[in-house]
C-alpha cells in the first residue's frame, strides 16, 4: 500500500506544477493547398514575431494531409474507366513561448493572402 501512495505523490504534484507555473506558449497552427502560398505566410508570421523579440520554435512542418477521390468517367456503361483526384493540405506548426502583449496584437493584425487558414490556442 504505502508502494502505490509513493508512487501517486510526484504524479500529482507534477499535475500541479505543470499547470499553476509553467510557461504560456501561443501555438499557431497554419494550413494550405499550395506549400509556396504556406511558406511565406511561416515567414511573414515569423518575421513579426522576430521583430518582438519573441522566443520562437519552428516552423514545424506536420504530416500532409491527402483526400483522395475517384470518379467514374462515363455516366453508364464504362464502369472500369475512372478517373482519381487529390487535395493536398499542407500543413506548419509555430510555438511562441511567453508571448508579449505586443507580439499577440501585432500577428492579430497581421494580413494573410487567401486560402491560408490559422489555428491558434493559448496553452
Known sequence: MTATKAASKPRAARAKKASSGGPSRLRIKVRAYEHAVLDRSVKQIIDTAARYNAELVGPIPLPIDIKKYT???????????REQFEMRIHKRMIDILNPAPKVIEALTNIDLPSGVSIDVKMM
Open 71 to 81: 470518379v467514374n468517367r462515363a455516366a453508364f456503361i464504362d464502369k472500369d474507366a
